[in-house]
């Protein structure tokens, strides 16, 4: 499992930072020349604009093997000004910095998949996905998930950690939340996601009881699994501890409607009193949102209209900026049918 890397753009200097983070998850993700050349301007055009028109920000970088593709993904996230003028900001030969305004554009045509979300003085989220020559020939995954996740300041490591797993007509995903922070916590978290990976194991319940012997003699962690079930139009969760699930359903005249999902007090390795799983429907165009309790339960979606209909990697992105704790390790993981 690999951490994603958050470099904040608090000085022009860190563009540079920026393409060599890019330029060395592309690498050991196995990207042909050109899908590498190709990584190295988007993450130079998105660094740039960042610090250029946002002032203040971040740009994340996170490989994608762990979602069943090969490649690496750029989110740029900030509490700008936002973008006045979407499809002129795009359009080459267009600045407002006298610079030669092929910055997004440029950014746009060199990414396999591309997207701005952005409200006027609340910011502006830009995601880039460059995939390599082997996506072509693999299947694509049956659900894409998005991520935002990140260290709590000062420490090096996060506690928080995700995964997923692939079946035939399912998917599983996976939080934990080491408990603290720093290096134990990551030690504890990355244990409950190595033994997920390594079992042959597909039931929540049972995972989850997996994890809890593996984790004895750790700091321990709060732990989360969702096994989203296609053709029976179900999520089946389990979870101990303050890993939050949710479902967002978003069909029907009251969508979109939020459905927490249940999950028994306790610690992986340390307490378990009893483990239990839920069923709550699924329908092809809801929503699975998990997260640590880096992020606040208080989401903002009505001041973000039109935020569920992108990519997950937006819609991460987009809690992550507006709720996340100061104070806290925090990961935001969205599952969604596209």
Request: hydrophobic content about 40%; proline content about 4%; some cysteine.
């Amino acid at each position: 499992m690999e951490h994603p890397i958050v470099i904040p753009m608090d000085d022009l200097s860190r563009v540079a930072e920026v393409r060599r983070a890019v330029l060395a998850v592309a690498e050991r993700e196995g990207l042909d020349e050109t899908s590498i050349a190709n990584s190295a301007i988007v993450a130079t055009e998105l660094a740039t604009n960042l610090s250029k028109h946002a002032k203040q920000g971040e740009i994340h970088v996170l490989p994608l093997f762990e979602r069943g593709l090969q490649g690496l993904e750029i989110l740029s996230i900030d509490q700008g000004p936002g973008i006045a003028n979407l499809e002129q900001s795009l359009r080459d030969g267009f600045s407002t910095s006298h610079t030669a305004g092929t910055g997004l554009g440029a950014a746009r045509r060199l990414s396999t998949e591309f997207e701005i979300y952005s409200l006027p003085g609340r910011g502006t989220i830009i995601f880039a996905r460059i995939l390599g020559n082997r996506y072509a020939a693999a299947a694509v995954p049956s659900l894409t998930v998005g991520v935002a996740a990140k260290a709590v300041q000062g420490e090096s490591v996060s506690g928080d950690a995700w995964a997923t797993r692939f079946g035939q007509n399912f998917v599983l995903l996976i939080i934990a939340d080491g408990l603290g922070h720093g290096m134990q916590a990551s030690e504890a978290s990355s244990e409950a996601i190595r033994t997920f990976l390594k079992s042959s194991e597909e039931s929540p319940v049972e995972l989850l009881k997996h994890i809890h012997l593996a984790l004895r003699g750790s700091r321990g962690a709060a732990v989360s699994i969702a096994r989203i079930e296609f053709e029976n139009r179900q999520v089946r969760f389990a979870g101990l501890g303050n890993v939050a699930g949710v479902v967002i359903g978003c069909s029907g005249p009251q969508s979109p409607k939020l459905q927490s999902m249940i999950s028994h007090n306790g610690t992986a390795g340390h307490e378990l009193r009893q483990i239990k799983e839920f069923i709550y429907p699924f329908n092809p165009e809801d929503i699975v949102v998990m997260h640590s309790d880096g992020l606040s339960g208080h989401w903002n979606l009505p001041g973000n209209p039109g935020l569920l209909n992108r990519h997950p990697s937006v819609i991460a992105g987009g809690l992550y900026r507006d709720c996340a704790r100061l104070k806290d390790d925090v990961c935001v993981l969205v599952g969604k049918k596209r």
